[in-house]
């Protein structure tokens, strides 16, 4: 029998709108100033600082789930948000208009994001995730920081005066903080207010943890990346979805798997993961970009995703 919505629950769902676009606002205004202050390319401190950061929702209920002896959430939120950046919110994205984009230019992140998805699926052929291969996963991922870092040095000794006109330092960094504060808040205001709703309508648990978690958890990339593309910052919103994908794959997986392995079966991650590859292969680059159409094709993948996502949860037992 479905319980009555609470009043407080539809209020959290409202208030995490308004804040979400204060904080994503501030956010990419911050984002922006950062990478001119270290003179590196807006991409490059979108796939690093900018992901990290807006993956912390993730990192935090990955780690404190784990901690408590249930890190199977954390698995399941970390893969469940790399198909809601791609395939939901890069699908909206596209909507807004072609994207430009090289491929020479993201070709190792690129390549990375398909290949992390293969890699987890063959290590959970033994239906868990040890911490020795949360090991290897924290591994790869400190070689691809690592390649970042030899790419920023590099690009720093090639321009070696910031652009002027730009926000001083401190204010940069006090607006990217700020805006990320408000945005995890936000996020966190949508889980509670959606997952009460969700809960008070009867969907099963599992439903709302791909679903509601994934997307609220994933709110600060959504704004990011849509104000980004609305304020003419493209390669901002690309650079910040495909980080934010292989720090949920390598660390965020990882962390959760070295805290406590993690037991999973086949079935039960096959689905995400093979949607994560192929939202990413929808968005690989031609020569004019992005074009508009794919992103059609990104949100029908992302709707097949919430289908099958419904059926499962259907066929689980009620809790």
Known sequence: MMSVIAIGDLLALLAAVPLAALGGEAFLKGVIGVSAWLRLPKLLVATTLAA????SPELTVSSMAALAGKPGIGLGDALGSNVVNIGLILGLALLFGPLAARLAEIRRDFALALAVPVLTLLLLLDGALSR?????????????????????????????????????????????VAGLACLIL??????DGAG?????????PYVIGATVVAI?????ELVTTLLARLRG??????GTLLGSNLFNGLSI???AAVIHPIQASFDEVAVALGFGVT??????PRRDGIAVWRGFFLLAAYAAFVTVTLVVGHALPAS
Do not use: C, K, Y
Not at 186 to 191: I, T
Not at 216 to 220: F, H
Not at 279 to 284: E, G, N, R, W, Y
């Open 52 to 55: 990290f950061a807006t993956s």
């Open 132 to 176: 020795l291969d949360g090991g290897l996963l924290l591994t790869l991922f400190t070689l691809w920081l690592l390649l970042a870092a030899r790419q920023a040095m590099r690009h720093r000794r090639v321009n070696t005066v910031a652009p002027e006109g730009g926000e001083p330092p401190a204010r940069a960094w006090l607006f990217a």
């Open 186 to 191: 936000a996020g966190r205001l949508f889980v």
């Open 196 to 204: 009460g709703i969700a809960s008070a309508l009867g969907v099963h």
């Open 216 to 220: 609220g958890t994933s709110l600060p």
């Open 233 to 238: 910052h493209h390669d901002i919103g690309l």
């Open 253 to 255: 997986v990882g962390v």
């Open 279 to 284: 939202t990413v292969l929808m968005i690989l």
